[in-house]
């Protein structure tokens, strides 16, 4: 067994559920090939509620916990990026009760959890249009990012008011900008050009991306980025979602053959 190895066995010591199956799958995972990037979408937090006949944000309120246990495990594997979708640019369709409900628990969220995340030496960062998010919110988020910046382990993202088509926009804006701020001798437009614009500029591109309770899509998604990612689906309601689970997709990652288009390996 290599030193990353053991050092990452060592990470999950007294945090394995006895009788869960996690310490099993945890020895199929080869520490030397964790991916870098892991992008989830974090669905079934209505369902979750529904099927218990309590109201939606009990399932919201549920996933928490998810996020919780799920980021702490990305910072245990020493995971670079996990990139999580909490609140689209769509969602504002949702009823009013609702979104403040959601806007609520992150705030909540960011209060309770910095010492955690200030522990285990994670740093804390969005990608979205921010800007349009109520003032109380744009507050607690920079107060999160100023208190972690410095941090050199995993970097947790959290989506919020984002959308893929509306990253592109911006990122094209961005690129008009810079043309016309500038002679345009050297300027061209090309995927590196592109990419430098997008929020998730500088960081590598998703491995993986997971999507629990089963449907399948990516509803808007970082979608230039997941351009060659795995993609894992689950029928597990996010509230529902564990260190388990979590290992089961990035072992079923670790089983692909990625070609990004030439030929098999084998």
């Known amino acids: 067994m290599s030193l990353l190895s053991r050092e990452i066995r060592a990470n999950f010591e007294g945090h394995l559920k006895p009788g869960s199956g996690e310490e099993e799958l945890l020895g199929q995972i080869d520490c030397q090939r964790i991916p870098r990037h892991v992008a989830i979408i974090m669905d079934g937090n209505g369902r979750w509620a529904q099927k218990r006949r309590l109201p939606r944000v009990a399932g919201h309120r549920a996933g928490i916990y998810s996020v919780r246990e799920t980021v702490e495990t990305a910072a245990r594997l020493r995971m670079q990026v996990l990139t999580l979708y909490a609140f689209s640019v769509e969602n504002w369709k949702r009823p009013a009760s609702e979104v403040a409900t959601l806007m609520r628990l992150l705030k909540e969220f960011l209060r309770k959890e910095?010492?955690?995340l200030l522990k285990n030496n994670i740093r804390f960062e969005t990608l979205g249009r921010i800007q349009e998010l109520d003032p109380s919110i744009q507050k607690e988020l920079a107060i999160?990012?100023?208190?972690?910046?410095?941090?050199?382990?995993l970097l947790f993202n959290v989506a919020l008011n984002y959308g893929g088509r509306a990253e592109l926009v911006d990122a094209v804006k961005q690129l008009i900008a810079c043309k016309t701020s500038t002679d345009g001798s050297d300027f061209s437009i090309n995927e590196e050009a592109l990419a430098s614009c997008?929020?998730?500029?500088g960081l590598p591109d998703p491995d993986l991306m997971v999507?629990?309770?089963g449907e399948l899509r990516v509803s808007n998604f970082l979608l230039w980025q997941i351009a060659y990612a795995e993609i894992w689906v689950t029928d597990t309601l996010w509230p529902d979602f564990r260190m388990k689970d979590f290992f089961e997709?990035?072992?079923a990652y670790q089983k692909r053959d990625r070609r990004y288009g030439g030929l098999s390996s084998q």
């Open 249 to 251: 997709a990035i072992i």
């Open 198 to 201: 997008l929020y998730t500029a």
């Open 144 to 153: 999160a990012k100023a208190k972690t910046a410095t941090n050199t382990g």
């Open 114 to 116: 910095l010492a955690t």
């Open 211 to 213: 999507r629990t309770s």
